[in-house]
């Protein structure tokens, strides 16, 4: 007996197909559904999909590229935000600001704009000259202010000095001088407080010269900070006498009593090096400053022409400081 020929699938109606399970699809072979009720037509899924039929009706419209930028067609709305400039758009560019001079700086003429380092023996007047400084306030890391009337903070730790500085740094007073006395204490605390938060005992504790280069590091950090302030800095250390040979012989030389490491970093800083020292005189004892170097003391000015030495005061300073201002900016020795 021959099979029957394959039937060629059948097209969809023009109409579609009818609902499955109704009375009208001639290849129902289950009981058509239940009549369904206008809430559960709403919420029933749509029926399932039949295998793949040949359409007939016309095939949806395929997804619209967007247009050129020099066709016709509709073209996206404009950014909200402005548009890039570019550099040959009609309009002018800023043009950023140059960061070289186009002026010399004068010397500054207000103390208040230097930095000090004062040595000398103890006992000598340091901490009286410099409470003879405007406005002064000190910051005490020893005692020695007793016979003093002078505005302190003690300083018993470096975070202590830290909290003032940040203090001063806020200008909500009335302090022009800032002294430290003195400098070779507060070095002292930035070591032990370096060294504690490294958990060690001391800087050769750690590898490489490591502990040497963080508290050198951060004694920089914070005194390059308080000497850019705008008031006067005054860093007072003690004076001691180092032997130094030379080729032909041996001097006696007086230097800050300051280690080493704190030396290689006041000591640039300094704009004026002053070294106090009593004199015998025919008149009785003298007190000085050497205010230039020589072999037998650490000493220095930036102001060329500032004397080599005065009287140990305040006045003889000051006075010492304006005259070189004037013979710099006037040369010819006129008035400023």
């Given at each position: 007996?021959?099979?029957?020929?394959?039937?060629?699938?059948r097209?969809?109606?023009?109409?579609?197909?009818?609902?499955?399970?109704?009375?009208?699809?001639?290849?129902?072979?289950?009981?058509?559904?239940?009549?369904?009720?206008?809430l559960d037509?709403?919420?029933?899924?749509?029926?399932?999909?039949?295998?793949?039929?040949?359409?007939?009706?016309?095939?949806?419209?395929?997804?619209?590229?967007?247009?050129?930028?020099?066709?016709?067609?509709?073209?996206?709305?404009?950014?909200?935000?402005?548009?890039?400039?570019?550099?040959?758009?009609?309009?002018?560019?800023?043009?950023?600001?140059?960061?070289?001079?186009?002026?010399?700086?004068?010397?500054?003429s207000?103390?208040?704009?230097?930095?000090?380092?004062?040595?000398?023996?103890?006992?000598?007047?340091?901490?009286?000259?410099?409470?003879?400084?405007?406005?002064?306030?000190?910051l005490?890391?020893?005692?020695?202010?007793?016979?003093?009337?002078?505005?302190?903070?003690?300083?018993?730790?470096?975070?202590?000095?830290?909290?003032?500085?940040?203090?001063?740094s806020?200008?909500?007073?009335?302090?022009?001088?800032v002294?430290?006395?003195?400098?070779?204490?507060?070095?002292?605390?930035?070591?032990?407080?370096?060294m504690?938060?490294?958990?060690?005992?001391h800087?050769?504790?750690?590898?490489?010269?490591?502990?040497?280069?963080?508290?050198?590091?951060?004694?920089?950090?914070?005194?390059?900070?308080?000497?850019l302030?705008?008031?006067?800095?005054?860093?007072?250390?003690?004076?001691?006498?180092?032997?130094?040979?030379?080729?032909?012989?041996?001097?006696?030389?007086?230097?800050?009593?300051?280690?080493?490491?704190?030396?290689?970093?006041?000591?640039?800083?300094?704009?004026?090096?002053?070294?106090?020292?009593?004199?015998?005189?025919?008149?009785?004892?003298?007190?000085?400053?050497?205010?230039?170097?020589?072999?037998?003391?650490?000493?220095?000015?930036?102001?060329?022409?500032?004397?080599?030495?005065?009287?140990?005061?305040?006045?003889?300073?000051?006075?010492?400081?304006?005259?070189?201002?004037?013979?710099?900016?006037?040369?010819?020795?006129?008035?400023?």
């Amino acid at each position: 007996m021959s099979s029957a020929p394959a039937r060629a699938p059948r097209r969809a109606p023009a109409g579609g197909w009818p609902q499955t399970g109704s009375a009208a699809d001639p290849q129902v072979t289950a009981p058509p559904k239940a009549a369904e009720t206008p809430l559960d037509s709403a919420l029933a899924p749509e029926a399932p999909a039949q295998a793949p039929v040949e359409e007939t009706s016309a095939p949806a419209p395929a997804p619209r590229a967007l247009p050129p930028a020099t066709g016709n067609g509709p073209r996206p709305a404009p950014r909200t935000s402005a548009p890039r400039t570019s550099a040959s758009a009609n309009s002018a560019t800023p043009v950023a600001r140059s960061l070289l001079p186009t002026a010399k700086t004068p010397p500054r003429s207000s103390l208040s704009d230097y930095t000090i380092l004062l040595y000398g023996a103890p006992k000598v007047g340091k901490s009286t000259l410099a409470a003879q400084f405007d406005d002064a306030v000190f910051l005490a890391t020893e005692p020695g202010l007793n016979a003093l009337e002078v505005y302190q903070v003690p300083v018993s730790s470096w975070q202590t000095f830290i909290d003032a500085c940040k203090e001063l740094s806020e200008g909500q007073h009335p302090f022009k001088t800032v002294v430290v006395d003195t400098v070779d204490n507060l070095f002292k605390f930035c070591s032990e407080a370096v060294m504690r938060k490294a958990g060690v005992q001391h800087e050769s504790d750690l590898e490489w010269g490591k502990g040497w280069a963080l508290v050198r590091d951060e004694f920089l950090r914070v005194l390059n900070r308080l000497a850019l302030l705008p008031y006067g800095l005054i860093l007072i250390s003690h004076a001691e006498f180092s032997n130094i040979k030379t080729p032909t012989k041996q001097i006696v030389k007086a230097v800050p009593t300051m280690p080493k490491q704190a030396r290689e970093i006041v000591m640039p800083i300094a704009d004026f090096i002053l070294y106090a020292e009593v004199l015998d005189t025919p008149d009785g004892q003298e007190r000085v400053l050497r205010c230039q170097a020589a072999e037998q003391w650490d000493a220095g000015a930036r102001l060329d022409g500032f004397p080599n030495t005065i009287e140990m005061s305040y006045p003889a300073f000051r006075s010492a400081f304006d005259r070189t201002l004037i013979e710099i900016l006037t040369p010819s020795g006129g008035a400023a």
